[in-house]
């Protein structure tokens, strides 16, 4: 029987432009797990340059890389820092609106 080889696949290779990168954020936004969040934000700052987001951030890139990865658990402003560098916006809206996050 033939051995099936699998590839990893890394998310962050498929992020390259802007409503890619806010689609996986909303879609993760959707499920509503915030470890899921994190490692999401976490793939659209390697698909930006994880240096460069952490430098502009003002943060260090080991911390960052931590804090992102599906394990970490980020303080909120770290969130929003990261949000605001990587060019998107988070919002809401009601639970019983379509689309709701």
Not at 64 to 70: D, N, Q, R, T, V
Request: aromatic share 4%.
């Amino acid at each position: 029987m033939a051995r099936t080889v699998t590839i990893p696949w890394d998310p962050a290779e498929h992020l390259q432009t802007e409503e890619d990168m806010a689609a996986y954020l909303e879609a993760a936004l959707e499920e509503g797990d915030p470890a899921l969040i994190a490692a999401a934000l976490g793939d659209i700052a390697r698909a930006k340059g994880m240096t460069q987001v952490a430098r502009e951030a003002g943060l260090g890139r080991e911390s960052l890389y931590k804090a992102l990865s599906p394990s970490g658990n980020p303080e909120f402003a770290t969130i929003m820092k990261v949000v605001s560098v990587l060019g998107l916006r988070l919002h809401a809206t009601a639970a019983g609106s379509k689309g709701s996050v």
